[in-house]
């Protein structure tokens, strides 16, 4: 895709978003069942995916561990960006690579240390790209790429969170 074509795709969106802000405003979802044997069955837009333990925390290794869709869609959504931002200022991109690493200590998740925190402490985001663009508009290339790419941002900010249940019963009273 070209530049030009990227501006026309998306200028009747930012002008509509420049008239009309609730309009920008889309409720993301995603949905997973409760499957047995300790895992969750989640919808993506092109498969199902079965979550469960990481081998760390006793799973089999069979199934996908959330903490790796957390770091692929990370990479997923930075591979985008970087792509989007490139076609926009011309920067020409042979080949590349994006690579989202995060430190987890598993002490935390299983309860092994109160003083370890549960999650990953750290993450990293890497980019080998083939491309003659000058160092100048790699730095800009990157910047704008951090700044546009919705998954990073959201790690950064830590989104307000809600969690809330609703029980059905069975009538079962085992």
């Not at 591979?79 to 020409?92: F, K, R």
């Not at 994006?98 to 998740?109: H, I, N, Q, S, Y």
Request: with cysteine; proline share 3%.
């Amino acid at each position: 895709m070209k530049a030009e074509e990227l501006r026309a795709i998306q200028a009747p969106l930012k002008d509509r978003y420049r008239e009309q802000p609730e309009a920008a405003l889309v409720t993301l979802k995603a949905e997973g069942r409760i499957e047995k044997g300790i895992t969750c069955a989640v919808q993506t837009g092109k498969a199902l995916v079965e979550a469960g333990l990481h081998p760390a925390t006793g799973g089999n290794g069979l199934s996908a561990c959330s903490g790796n869709m957390l770091l692929e869609a990370l990479a997923a959504c930075a591979g985008v960006t970087l792509g989007a931002v490139a076609t926009a200022i011309g920067v020409e991109i042979r080949k590349g690579t994006v690579r989202a690493e995060g430190d987890l200590d598993f002490r935390g998740t299983l309860g092994v240390s109160k003083d370890t925190p549960v999650g990953l402490q750290r993450v990293r985001l890497l980019f080998d790209l083939e491309t003659d663009a000058t160092e100048e508009l790699l730095t800009t290339l990157l910047r704008l790429t951090e700044r546009y790419c919705v998954v990073y941002q959201t790690l950064r900010r830590s989104p307000e969170i809600s969690i809330s249940h609703h029980v059905t019963h069975s009538g079962n009273k085992n």
